[in-house]
């Protein structure tokens, strides 16, 4: 698969600083099975954008995030709009080079809409 690039622009059920970094841009990296299903991209995010874990009380950076579709009749590509997903944080950067995708390594955060984008429309 070749990378390409993505913009998040809605999050419909997630945490509220998430909705204050949009637009978030990233370029997914390639994709990655799972024992649940097998349409799982990893995606480096252009900024990283932070996280308030209420839970350990600490706020860290997120530099990868992990998506698949939530409607079984979309589909991640190059050349999709307006898209459903389901957006993971990566919590272990080993995730980007295992060949499957531990659950454990990531946090299931929010639901959005993401359409591939063109860089400086050359592309």
């Known amino acids: 698969m070749k990378p390409f690039d993505i913009e998040i622009t809605s999050i419909s059920k997630g945490p509220e600083e998430l909705t204050y970094q949009l637009p978030i ?3 997914v990296q390639k ?3 799972a024992k649940n299903r097998s349409d799982y991209f990893i995606a480096e995010l252009e900024n990283n954008v932070f996280w308030v874990d209420k839970k350990k009380d600490i706020n860290p ?3 990868h995030i992990v998506i698949c579709t939530k409607k079984k009749s979309q589909f991640i590509e190059k050349d999709m709009k307006e898209v459903i997903i389901a957006i993971a944080y990566v919590l272990d ?3 980007t080079s295992d ?3 531990n ?3 990531i946090k299931y955060v929010a639901d959005g809409t993401c359409s591939a984008t063109k860089k400086w ?3």
């Open 31 to 33: 994709q990655v099975p």
């Open 25 to 27: 841009n990233a370029t």
């Open 103 to 105: 659950l454990q390594k």
């Open 99 to 101: 060949k499957t995708l």
């Open 61 to 63: 950076e997120i530099s």
């Open 93 to 95: 950067d080993s995730v």
């Open 121 to 123: 429309g050359l592309f």
